[in-house]
């Protein structure tokens, strides 16, 4: 049981609804003895291929690993800069400083909170390399525009879906656009294992083998190898993520109908709701709004026994101790990044989320409202 009135996960809730199907599947590999780079992988990226539309899937131990993977199979590293935004989770830019190269922040379109691709273009220099959109919060980037830029530079594009598995731009799916597309399996993310677990989705088979021998010591034949990692999804996490991988658009549908009863419940209060692109599709990972009281709200709906999160309070280049030493760039203005910082609040959004729940999360904040 939880300890709140409203929490802010149900992952256990999503474990009891399919626990039969999970633990026979888990059950499974125990018997089968077959634990790392078994049958059960190979099927999960088959199954995670398909569902992507990509020829090629590669499963690893954290959605980090793919992004390190994939910068470091595209060969960049020291010298080399890589274009991103400054407001998602860390490991986007860990990812490349762990490579050697330099991230390059970009401001973020204040409606949708993702890279503005109309400032893409100001901050590539001859060290470019990359540009890594995030699709943060569950909805695409706006992947054409970056695309037509990458391609005029001569850039590679990886998407960071970490948070947007299953979600969709208008005409364009995710891993169309982009030479790789990099996701997690970590529990709280809209496709979840029990503990740690990434893959990278490719049309480039090239691309997907480098990756594959990277991920297995650098070895693509037994007893051979260069230097590579130890990053492979184990079979226990695969086979659970092949049962999963089947509720995940249902999931996605549920987050998004509890996402129109949080824009009904709270529309004509002070605070800044979600914006979708025209015909995206977004997967509410995260449902985000935005007051200048942030900190305040919070405090309140926990009183109340509602978790709210914040994602994130802190922009990476505001890290104390920012860059370590380390090279960095800030291209611009990061006025939109650092106001977005201190302003989301993340109310509590899942698949199990009840609409009952919705509505004390909505009165909550109406009570916020009615006593300032
Ligand atoms: C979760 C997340 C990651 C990292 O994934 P892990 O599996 O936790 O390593 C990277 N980028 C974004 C945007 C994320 O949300």
Redesign the pocket.
């Known amino acids: 049981m939880s300890k709140y009135q409203v929490d802010f996960y149900g992952h256990v809730r999503q474990y009891h609804n399919l626990k039969a199907e999970i633990d026979a599947a888990i059950l499974e590999v125990l018997e089968s003895g077959s634990y790392v780079l078994g049958p059960k992988l190979t099927q999960f990226e088959a199954d995670l291929a398909k569902y992507c539309n990509t020829k090629e899937a590669v499963g690893l131990n954290?959605?980090?690993?793919a992004?390190i993977l994939v910068l470091k199979a595209l060969g960049v590293g020291p010298g080399d800069e890589v274009i991103t935004t400054s407001n998602?989770?860390f490991?986007?830019a860990e990812a490349v400083w762990l490579v050697g190269a330099t991230p390059v922040f970009v401001e973020i379109e204040p409606k949708t909170c993702n890279i503005d691709p109309n400032l893409i273009e100001a901050a590539i220099t001859p060290k470019t390399k990359a540009i890594i959109p995030?699709h943060?919060y569950g909805q695409p980037a706006e992947m054409r525009a970056v695309s037509r830029i990458a391609k005029a530079h001569n850039l590679y594009v990886i998407e960071?879906c970490?948070?947007a598995l299953g979600a969709r731009g208008d005409d364009f799916a995710i891993g169309e656009l982009s030479d790789a597309v990099?996701t997690?399996?970590?529990i709280q993310?809209n496709l979840g294992c029990f503990g740690?677990?990434?893959a990278v989705m490719t049309n480039n088979s090239e691309l997907a083998a480098e990756v594959r021998k990277l991920r297995n010591h650098g070895s693509a034949k037994r007893s051979h190898h260069s230097v590579g990692y130890n990053s492979r999804l184990d079979d226990i996490h695969a086979a659970v993520l092949s049962v999963k991988l089947k509720e995940l658009d249902k999931w996605n549908d549920l987050r998004r109908e509890r996402a129109k009863e949080y824009d009904a419940g709270l529309a004509g209060t002070s605070l800044k709701l979600p914006t979708i692109r025209p015909g995206f599709r977004h997967i509410f990972h995260l449902y985000i709004v935005e007051t200048p009281h942030r900190d305040e709200l919070q405090d309140f709906l926990l009183k109340k026994g509602i978790r709210a999160l914040t994602h994130y309070p802190i922009a990476i280049h505001q890290q104390e101790g920012y860059p370590w030493g380390q090279a960095a760039r800030i291209s611009g203005s990061l006025a939109h990044t650092e106001r977005s910082a201190a302003e989301v609040l993340s109310l509590p959004m899942f698949p199990e989320l009840t609409s009952t729940e919705v509505k004390l999360v909505v009165d909550g904040i109406k009570e916020w409202e009615a006593s300032r």
């Open positions: 954290s959605g980090t690993d992004l998602t989770f490991a986007t995030v943060l960071d970490a948070q990099c997690s399996f970590i993310k740690d677990g990434g």
